[in-house]
């Protein structure tokens, strides 16, 4: 299934922090990836198929990484209130889960 796939492409989606912190953004980047190499016949229409496929796959275990990690307290929303500041909130990212909760 690998074979004939570009090498960049694969990069991209094997880089796990972007696909857990931003599992739709990253899809949308492989999608498009994928159709600019087979407008340039790098890849063959199968092979379209396939990366196309495994972008949705990544897609669905982003979010699901995104959300055990979100459930553990890896990340934290800190709400308007909390931070006394005017921001609209901020999503906290690489903390220890049960320190400082």
């Known amino acids: 299934m690998m074979a004939g796939i570009p090498q960049a492409w694969l990069d991209e989606l094997n880089d796990q922090f972007a696909l857990i912190t931003d599992p739709d953004g990253r899809a949308a980047v492989l999608d498009?990836?994928?159709?600019?190499?087979?407008?340039r016949r790098e890849v063959s229409a199968e092979n379209l198929v396939d990366m196309l496929e495994l972008s949705e796959a990544a897609r669905a275990w982003g979010l699901m990484e995104?959300?055990?990690?979100?459930?553990?307290?890896?990340?934290?929303?800190?709400?308007?209130?909390?931070?006394?500041?005017?921001?609209?909130?901020?999503?906290?990212?690489?903390?220890?889960?049960?320190?400082?909760?």
């Open 32 to 39: 498009e990836m994928a159709y600019a190499a087979h407008r």
């Open 66 to 101: 995104f959300e055990e990690a979100y459930h553990i307290g890896l990340f934290k929303y800190e709400s308007l209130e909390e931070m006394g500041s005017d921001e609209p909130g901020r999503i906290i990212v690489g903390r220890t889960p049960g320190w400082g909760c």
